[in-house]
């Protein structure tokens, strides 16, 4: 199966299987980063699968910040499991090809955890607008059934636009180099191997950054213009500090996720070196995801009171168990030796 354009690249062709690059160019230093990025990845699905357990497990998070929290950490674990295990493959192996298949479903489904994502930090963003700007109300507002249909948006957003934006990407017909400049099949390295003008390509990057990216970002600005408006018309020091608490984590995830996506979106490729591009992706894959769980419980005293009791509930239940077992046995024993 091959892809040829005659009109904008010659009769040149690719075949349907695919080469990242990805950090050949490190040699040696891939065992290195393999081992840095194994341990960074089973933290990450560490950590968020225990922020989503305790969260399922204590009544007491049972609120719309953590509802919209869990949701945020199953995100966290599908967006950086597209990428990760491939790549880590990929850094022991010579041949680091994907097939065209395998590149539109890994191209899917990072950008749909992405896409979601963006929109699931605005709807935790007017989540903590109602919670200062409206706490008499907070409780009606949102309601189950309102941060339910959020969440439900969030992923139907991602989801419905990127059907669609991957179906046209893989239409398009290829040629040229099959070699990606990149450790993963991410749109603007695939872009670049289509037969199209490159100015089509720079229209489309542009769309999508300012419709999938920035506008929930400007949402996101615009939430916290109201929520700071509030904060600095509160008397009590004390209420402007927990106030600011409540936000503060929140504010350091959109943060760190927006500004490598950013970055990674809206600076000019001629600007930077293949090498710098993937060191922005990279971090942008697994830095958010390796430090939310952290961000969100460093300072939380509900999610530490939460992680106690489950760990508590957890050894002592395990003991309790053990403890019957080992009364059984003995009674067993008596009887049987009074026998």
């Not at 955890?113 to 963003?125: F, N, S």
């Not at 991957?166 to 037969?195: A, E, K, Y």
């Not at 009171?305 to 008596?334: C, D, L, P, Q, Y």
Request: aromatic content about 10%; glycine content about 4%.
């Amino acid at each position: 199966m091959t892809y040829s354009d005659s009109d904008t690249r010659g009769n040149q062709t690719i075949s349907d299987v695919l080469i990242l690059v990805g950090f050949s160019y490190l040699h040696k230093l891939q065992i290195l980063l393999f081992l840095v990025l194994l341990v960074i990845y089973l933290l990450t699905l560490m950590g968020n699968l225990l922020v989503i357990i305790m969260i399922k497990m204590n009544t007491s998070l049972h609120t719309p910040m953590y509802f919209f929290l869990m949701n945020l950490s199953y995100l966290e674990v599908c967006f950086t499991s597209s990428v990760v295990p491939k790549l880590l493959v990929h850094l022991l192996v010579e041949e680091k090809t994907i097939s065209i298949a395998g590149c539109a479903a890994q191209m899917y489904i990072y950008t749909i955890m992405g896409l979601t994502e963006c929109c699931l930090l605005t709807a935790m963003a007017y989540d903590r607008y109602v919670a200062i700007c409206h706490p008499l109300h907070y409780t009606t507002i949102m309601s189950g059934r309102v941060c339910a249909l959020l969440a439900g948006a969030s992923w139907f957003i991602g989801i419905s636009v990127e059907v669609p934006k991957t179906m046209w990407t893989f239409s398009l017909p290829f040629c040229g180099s099959n070699r990606i400049q990149h450790f993963f099949c991410d749109i603007p390295p695939v872009l670049t191997l289509l037969c199209i003008e490159a100015w089509k390509i720079r229209t489309f990057r542009i769309s999508v950054s300012v419709l999938f990216i920035l506008c929930p970002f400007l949402l996101i600005i615009l939430s916290y213009i109201c929520i700071i408006s509030s904060i600095l018309k509160l008397q009590s020091v004390e209420g402007r500090r927990k106030a600011f608490s409540t936000c503060s984590a929140h504010l350091v995830v959109v943060t760190l996720f927006y500004g490598t996506a950013l970055i990674n979106f809206l600076t000019p490729k001629s600007s930077n070196t293949s090498e710098g591009d993937q060191v922005i992706s990279l971090l942008n894959t697994i830095v958010p995801p390796a430090l939310n769980p952290i961000i969100y419980t460093l300072r939380n005293k509900e999610v530490k009171e939460a992680f106690r009791k489950t760990v508590e509930k957890s050894f002592f239940s395990r003991n309790g168990r053990n403890w019957r077992m080992n009364i059984k046995v003995n009674e067993n024993g008596r009887i049987k030796g009074n026998s």
